[in-house]
């Protein structure tokens, strides 16, 4: 029997099993992709805490360095906000995850890849594709599906408005590589937002996510703000769609012998869509305190759920405010009065909103730290 099984082998399980691994032996992780696959879901935007935290220089991660973030409020109005002290950063994440599960083997961790759970019989037996694992501890790490919640009775189904539907393309042509261009709402994100993420000058991840249950053709949306955000001369390189859940987090973070981390635990901005950053630190926290467990430092998983009280209260007021928006008059008005004061705030105040999200994120780093 395994002290821990980690279902799942991204950002939150990875790291999950890098920090388990620091403090127990007999420690797996269950990843159905061989490699992590490319190309990478995700737009790759990454604060400079997550980045530091992360060690993506030392680790030879190639990353981008964002100085503005132009904010359009409709065809003839935009808003720009220049990053001072803190900045952002356009990642390579599959670069970070290949880095991050070796590092977990190099921990000793058993690494079961290109493997997917295919049940789960609590509170130990894990049904693989073809064998059966056990163990003390499991982590949920599965992203989206919750795939040991949902055969644990938690209620894992999420309404379609609650989930975010995206679609991304990878398109060369000639960016202002320091650049982040946001575009909320219509014509191209309908009570969603359209985004481009410089990868470098020449390359940039472009794409939009909207709430679901609208009946909406993605691929024409999103080329739709491809012309309109690209230079004359384009060319896309892959297309994908990926969903990230925009509903309220999990009410319990732990159940019976079982933690969830990640967007399993339902942890992404329910307005923004970011997840890396709780990805990462939900993942960590839980790999230490399963530890600790089986190590008897602690005697109960509610450690878990307690430190995670705060980010859970934050997440859940975001969630209470993005679904008053319902109605175009609402999301429209809501989002131009927040950017209309964001840019106040910025004008008096040049690095109080850069300041105040790096607070929150290193907050999450010194709750981990408590724990090491
Ligand atoms: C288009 C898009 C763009 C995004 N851009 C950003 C961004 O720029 N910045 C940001 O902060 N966030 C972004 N996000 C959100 C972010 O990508 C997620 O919040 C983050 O990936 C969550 O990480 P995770 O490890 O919890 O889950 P995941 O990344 O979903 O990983 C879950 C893992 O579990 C594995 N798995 C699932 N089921 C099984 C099974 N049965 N057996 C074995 N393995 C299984 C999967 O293969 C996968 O590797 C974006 C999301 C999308 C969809």
């Known amino acids: 029997m395994f002290n821990i099984v980690i279902i799942g082998g991204n950002l939150a399980g990875a790291s999950a099993a890098i920090n388990a691994s620091i403090k127990v032996k007999n420690v797996a992780l269950v990843e159905r992709h061989e490699e992590p696959i490319f190309p990478v879901h995700c737009g790759e935007g990454l604060a400079d805490v997550t980045a530091d935290f992360l060690e993506l220089d030392k680790i030879g991660c190639y990353k981008n360095q964002i100085n503005n973030v132009e904010i359009d409020v409709s065809k003839m109005k935009k808003y720009t906000f220049k990053l001072r002290k803190h900045k952002m950063y356009i990642f390579d994440r599959n670069f970070l995850e290949k880095k991050l599960l070796k590092k977990a083997e190099k921990n000793g961790v058993e690494l079961f890849t290109g493997i997917s759970m295919r049940g789960f019989n609590p509170p130990n037996e894990i049904v693989l594709d073809n064998d059966m694992i056990k163990g003390k501890l499991i982590i949920d790490a599965s992203g989206i599906a919750c795939q040991v919640g949902r055969r644990i009775g938690i209620k894992t189904r999420l309404q379609p408005e609650d989930v975010g539907v995206c679609i991304q393309s990878r398109v060369e042509g000639n960016f202002k590589a320091d650049t982040i261009k946001i575009w909320y709402h219509k014509p191209y994100a309908p009570f969603g937002y359209a985004w481009l993420f ?115 209260d934050r997440l859940r007021k975001v969630y209470y405010r993005k679904s008053k928006l319902t109605t175009d008059e609402k999301f429209m008005k809501a989002y131009k009065r927040a950017f209309l004061i964001l840019s106040f705030l910025d004008r008096v105040s040049p690095n109080l909103l850069e300041n105040r999200v790096a607070k929150i994120m290193k907050k999450d780093i010194s709750i981990f730290e408590q724990f090491q």
């Open 198 to 312: 410089p990868v470098n000058k020449n390359m940039a991840n472009i794409g939009l996510g909207i709430p679901g249950g609208q009946k909406l053709d993605l691929s024409k949306l999103l080329n739709e703000y491809i012309s309109h955000i690209a230079s004359s001369n384009y060319n896309i390189v892959n297309t994908f769609r990926s969903c990230v859940p925009s509903s309220l987090p999990l009410q319990n973070l732990t159940k019976d012998n079982v933690m969830f981390v990640g967007d399993a635990a339902r942890l992404a901005d329910a307005a923004l869509g970011g997840g890396i950053q709780n990805a990462i630190f939900s993942g960590s926290l839980a790999g230490t305190i399963a530890a600790d467990y089986i190590k008897g430092k602690i005697s109960s998983l509610n450690v878990y759920q307690k430190a995670m009280e705060y980010k859970i």
